[in-house]
């Protein structure tokens, strides 16, 4: 009777603990929509001829982080541009970036961006990263040429 009484015992306590890790770790988090709005303008006139057939190219990227896992949602490249050719900072070039899904207590999102800069065959690479992080439905990103 006593050994009926600890198997069944043990075996209610383990189910319960089962059930209670399994509840814990699929609960489902609301999700949101995340909006990042991507501004490209120049910053000087690159009017001088140190400048002339100088292109810029440019390669945007949003990374989806959970923990350590790293997922690609969303990437573009713009086509090489002659520096004189960009927009002012007043006019940018604009591209809104609609995130679906995105679970806020346990995901953010990286932008990540890079820019090239070819000048005659010298090449320079410059990259820089914002986050969107909990709490934040919308994320800004200026790129300055």
Do not use: H
């Not at 059930?19 to 949101?32: D, L």
């Not at 390669?59 to 997922?71: C, E, F, G, L, P």
């Not at 490249?77 to 002659?82: H, I, L, M, R």
């Not at 604009?94 to 090449?123: F, M, W």
């Amino acid at each position: 009777m006593k050994r009926t009484l600890f198997i069944s015992a043990t075996a209610f306590i383990t189910a319960a603990c089962s059930i209670f890790y399994f509840v814990k770790n699929t609960e489902t988090a609301p999700t949101t929509n995340k909006n990042i709005n991507v501004e490209v303008y120049k910053t000087a006139s690159y009017v001088s001829a140190a400048y002339s057939n100088t292109t810029a190219s440019l390669q945007v990227t949003v990374i989806r982080v959970k923990k350590n896992v790293r997922d690609t949602v969303w990437q573009q490249s713009f086509q090489p541009t002659e520096l004189k050719d960009y927009p002012e900072v007043n006019k940018p070039i604009t591209q809104k970036i609609l995130i679906p899904n995105v679970n806020d207590a346990k995901e953010q999102l990286e932008i990540y961006y890079n820019v090239t800069y070819n000048s005659k065959g010298n090449i320079l690479n410059y990259w820089n990263y914002t986050t969107v992080g909990r709490g934040q439905q919308d994320g800004k990103l200026a790129i300055q040429i």
